[in-house]
């Protein structure tokens, strides 16, 4: 096998395969190198495998509050081994399918893990004990991703206290589970097992779960765990824990007082550090900031010609489709096509129950601009689909400028704000106005018509709701 490319991508994730695949159909003789299995941590276990988990948790919270539509459903019960085989089949296919896109379009997987020696050169440690080098004449892509944060005294032990990774393949359902961390993972994680009737606590260290997302729209979400028999601890600090052979004790602390959670296991969740260190990265002279990120320019080069990064490893927000767009503009870039990162906005997705889209500014981030803003918002409980489907929490929410009207932010909070959050990111992107989202004629009855709605409310003109 030659070892001898033009260009060199190192991480075979999101960004990192995307990238591979793209370069090799711009005509470039690209390797991939990847550690573990392709598709990163996105597709093995994290986005795709805990969606499968999130799918089948709503389906069964459905099964158990359809009689009051009149449809009677008894004996509903979770085979978790079951349900673990069909979501690692998921896995499989779509692994399976990465591997054969690179194959298909040219790309070379190299299986292993890699170490620059220099600008030109990785040095690969194969799966099998063996070593190679490989060489780029053009480039080299760091594309390593992130890793899940440990904090000391709650080190992973696979079984009592775990990760995400072990999260999403859990073999029975615990009786009591204590998050530590109210970030996206830990709530998506932690209400999936909560469905399935584990008694849970979320335990966060700021004034609030999900920072940085819109307040309004968290504020739902929050109401729904404790709706559902679930504690939330804000302003609490995790201190330590206490395993024994069948239960954890966790030691937490807020405002100087004490507290002990008694549970089956503890879910740590506190965020994802990027994978930049112990690569050969400093000893080349790359750049990386205090939190260990690749600086990176809009055509994701580095400040040493030849290497660029992409995805997790080269800055937040840490999303898969960022990853995967910056690894299309990235093989452009070498490619000497005209591309760049000048994205508008990048859009987030929480899958909690209910789910929050959003995309653009929030209006603390309007407000830090000195923006004068108008906002719109329109409750799903006034909707018609939503009444339909029984899925009537949350609201969309549309943030315009005061004077041109021009959309400056949509967050929405309930069913299907996965879907429906792409509609507000074409808006952004194409500096549209409230006007042009209220003129547009959403079909009828959907989901959609709430953002047709809002931006109505926004302008202050909504037809199916009191205008403030």
Same mark, same amino acid.
């Given at each position: 096998?030659?070892?001898?490319?033009?260009?060199?991508?190192?991480?075979?994730?999101?960004?990192?395969?995307?990238?591979?695949?793209?370069?090799?159909?711009?005509?470039?003789?690209?390797?991939?190198?990847?550690?573990?299995?392709?598709?990163?941590?996105?597709?093995?276990?994290?986005?795709?495998?805990?969606?499968?988990?999130?799918?089948?948790?709503?389906?069964?919270?459905?099964?158990?509050?359809?009689?009051?539509?009149?449809?009677?459903?008894?004996?509903?019960?979770?085979?978790?081994?079951?349900?673990?085989?069909?979501?690692?089949?998921?896995?499989?296919?779509?692994?399976?399918?990465?591997?054969?896109?690179?194959?298909?379009?040219?790309?070379?997987?190299?299986?292993?893990?890699?170490?620059?020696?220099?600008?030109?050169?990785?040095?690969?440690?194969?799966?099998?004990?063996?070593?190679?080098?490989?060489?780029?004449?053009?480039?080299?892509?760091?594309?390593?991703?992130?890793?899940?944060?440990?904090?000391?005294?709650?080190?992973?032990?696979?079984?009592?206290?775990?990760?995400?990774?072990?999260?999403?393949?859990? !073999?029975?359902?615990? !009786?009591?589970?204590?998050?530590?961390?109210?970030?996206?993972?830990?709530?998506?994680?932690?209400?999936?097992?909560?469905?399935?009737?584990?008694?849970?606590?979320?335990?966060?260290?700021?004034?609030?779960?999900? *920072?940085?997302?819109?307040?309004?729209?968290?504020?739902?979400?929050?109401?729904?765990?404790?709706?559902?028999?679930?504690?939330?601890?804000?302003?609490?600090?995790?201190?330590?824990?206490?395993?024994?052979?069948?239960?954890?004790?966790?030691?937490?602390?807020?405002?100087?007082?004490?507290?002990?959670?008694?549970?089956?296991?503890?879910?740590?969740?506190?965020?994802?550090?990027?994978?930049?260190?112990?690569?050969?990265?400093?000893?080349?002279?790359?750049?990386?900031?205090?939190?260990?990120?690749?600086?990176?320019?809009?055509?994701?080069?580095?400040?040493?010609?030849?290497?660029?990064?992409?995805?997790?490893?080269?800055?937040? *927000?840490?999303?898969?489709?960022?990853?995967?767009?910056?690894?299309?503009?990235?093989?452009?870039?070498?490619?000497?096509?005209?591309?760049? !990162?000048?994205?508008?906005?990048?859009?987030?997705?929480?899958?909690?129950?209910?789910?929050?889209?959003?995309?653009?500014?929030?209006?603390?981030?309007?407000?830090?601009?000195?923006?004068?803003?108008?906002?719109?918002?329109?409750?799903?409980?006034?909707?018609?689909?939503?009444?339909?489907?029984?899925?009537?929490?949350?609201?969309?929410?549309?943030?315009?400028?005061?004077?041109?009207?021009?959309?400056?932010?949509?967050?929405?909070?309930?069913?299907?704000?996965?879907?429906?959050?792409?509609?507000?990111?074409?808006?952004?992107?194409?500096?549209?106005?409230?006007?042009?989202?209220?003129?547009?004629?959403?079909?009828? *009855?959907?989901?959609?018509?709430?953002?047709?709605?809002?931006?109505?409310?926004?302008?202050?003109?909504?037809?199916?709701?009191?205008?403030?």
């Amino acid at each position: 096998m030659s070892d001898q490319f033009e260009a060199i991508v190192l991480g075979g994730g999101p960004g990192g395969y995307v990238c591979a695949i793209r370069l090799a159909q711009l005509g470039i003789k690209t390797a991939c190198i990847e550690e573990e299995e392709v598709g990163g941590v996105c597709l093995n276990w994290g986005c795709i495998p805990s969606k499968a988990l999130i799918a089948n948790a709503h389906f069964y919270e459905k099964a158990h509050s359809i009689s009051a539509h009149g449809i009677n459903v008894s004996g509903v019960t979770v085979d978790v081994p079951r349900m673990q085989e069909w979501k690692d089949g998921i896995v499989r296919k779509l692994t399976g399918g990465v591997r054969g896109l690179l194959k298909s379009n040219g790309a070379t997987l190299i299986e292993g893990r890699g170490r620059l020696l220099d600008k030109n050169t990785i040095e690969v440690t194969e799966k099998t004990g063996g070593k190679r080098r490989v060489t780029a004449s053009k480039a080299i892509v760091i594309a390593t991703g992130s890793a899940t944060i440990q904090i000391p005294g709650f080190e992973f032990d696979g079984k009592r206290v775990i990760g995400a990774r072990e999260a999403v393949s859990l !073999k029975e359902i615990p !009786k009591r589970l204590c998050v530590i961390g109210g970030g996206v993972i830990g709530l998506e994680l932690g209400m999936v097992y909560q469905a399935f009737g584990a008694e849970l606590t979320v335990v966060e260290l700021t004034d609030s779960l999900l *920072p940085g997302v819109d307040p309004d729209c968290v504020r739902v979400v929050e109401r729904a765990i404790t709706k559902r028999g679930g504690k939330v601890l804000k302003n609490t600090k995790a201190e330590g824990v206490e395993k024994s052979n069948d239960s954890v004790t966790v030691r937490v602390s807020s405002g100087g007082k004490e507290e002990r959670i008694e549970c089956d296991q503890v879910l740590v969740a506190v965020g994802m550090k990027p994978r930049s260190r112990g690569i050969g990265l400093e000893e080349l002279g790359v750049n990386i900031d205090a939190r260990g990120f690749i600086t990176t320019d809009a055509q994701c080069r580095t400040n040493v010609p030849g290497i660029y990064a992409i995805g997790d490893v080269s800055g937040a *927000p840490m999303l898969a489709h960022k990853a995967s767009k910056e690894g299309e503009v990235c093989a452009e870039a070498i490619a000497e096509k005209n591309a760049a !990162k000048d994205f508008a906005t990048i859009p987030g997705v929480i899958f909690t129950h209910p789910e929050i889209g959003t995309a653009g500014l929030t209006e603390a981030q309007a407000k830090e601009q000195g923006l004068e803003y108008t906002v719109g918002r329109f409750p799903f409980s006034a909707l018609g689909r939503a009444m339909s489907i029984a899925e009537t929490d949350g609201f969309v929410k549309v943030i315009a400028e005061k004077k041109t009207h021009r959309v400056l932010g949509i967050h929405i909070v309930g069913p299907s704000a996965s879907d429906l959050i792409s509609e507000a990111v074409l808006a952004i992107e194409m500096v549209a106005t409230a006007d042009d989202l209220a003129l547009s004629i959403h079909p009828h *009855p959907t989901l959609g018509e709430a953002l047709m709605e809002a931006a109505a409310g926004a302008l202050g003109h909504a037809v199916h709701m009191m205008n403030r």
